[in-house]
């Protein structure tokens, strides 16, 4: 990440708000890095708004899915929110909105990649969502929600929904190490058209069920179901 820039006006032309407080927006942009490094700077950190932040991200993500969807169901569209708040998602908006160039980081964090440098980016990008909600309230932050997450709609009912085996497949592995398998708990009715009842294990751990026809169908609910336990609460 490059050195900070004290000139906010192209972020906030990025992010369609411009901010009455700047302080506020400074402090989402302050990593925890930044001030162990300036310990007499006097900077406060963004990690109380990124908790916020993140609260504010889901309850909007959600409210647009249901308005984008209305026929989905509560499990794809708990899939759909996952895949649009989970880290990977938000540090991409944050590179579109050229973010790294103002986030304030210590020397040394600013030479990390990868997962690090997307997570530093993803919990800043909450931060700045929770400025905006507290410089000028929910309609605000809103607006701002929905402008980074309109070019996102269009294709996360495809992508996400149809992937969802792929990404709960890299969600364990990722967090326990190890690689989720499905196994049959039911089958019932004709050949041509059995039901399954499907459950999702990693290791010795059921993560959720699901019943379909044919066993693709219930592997993609109980997915479906093991995400949507997963992500709750975010």
């Known amino acids: ?12 032309e990025a992010l369609g708000y411009t ?3 700047s302080s506020l927006l400074r402090q989402a942009l302050t990593h925890r890095s930044y001030a162990h490094e300036h310990p007499h700077a006097g900077v406060p950190v963004n990690e109380r708004l ?22 989905a169901p509560e499990g794809q569209l708990t899939t759909l929110r996952a895949a ?27 030479t990390i990649d990868g997962r690090g440098r997307q997570s530093i980016l993803a919990d800043a990008l909450e931060a700045v969502v929770a ?12 607006a701002v929600v929905r402008r980074l997450l309109r070019p996102r709609l269009a294709t996360a009912g495809t992508g996400a929904a149809a992937n969802v085996k792929g ?9 326990e190490g190890v690689t ?10 004709p050949v041509h058209t059995a039901e399954f009842l499907v459950e999702v294990v990693a290791g010795d751990r059921v993560l959720g069920r699901g019943r379909g026809v044919g066993k693709r169908q ?17």
Do not use: C, N
């Open 50 to 71: 990124e908790f916020l932040g993140d609260a504010i991200f889901h309850f909007l993500a959600a409210d647009e899915l249901f308005e984008a969807f209305p026929e």
């Open 84 to 110: 649009l708040v989970r880290t990977e998602s938000l540090a991409a908006m944050a590179e579109d909105l050229a973010l790294a160039g103002f986030v304030r980081v210590s020397r040394g964090e600013s």
């Open 131 to 142: 400025a905006v909600y507290k410089d000028a309230g929910l309609t605000a932050a809103r």
């Open 19 to 21: 901010f009455r407080d």
């Open 1 to 12: 990440m490059s050195p900070p820039l004290e000139d906010f006006s192209p972020l906030e």
């Open 167 to 175: 990404r709960l497949q890299e969600w364990i592995q990722a967090t």
């Open 180 to 189: 989720p398998f499905y196994r049959v708990v039911e089958q019932s009715g």
């Open 218 to 234: 219930a592997e993609q609910r109980a997915a479906e179901q093991a995400l949507a336990e997963l992500t709750a609460g975010g």
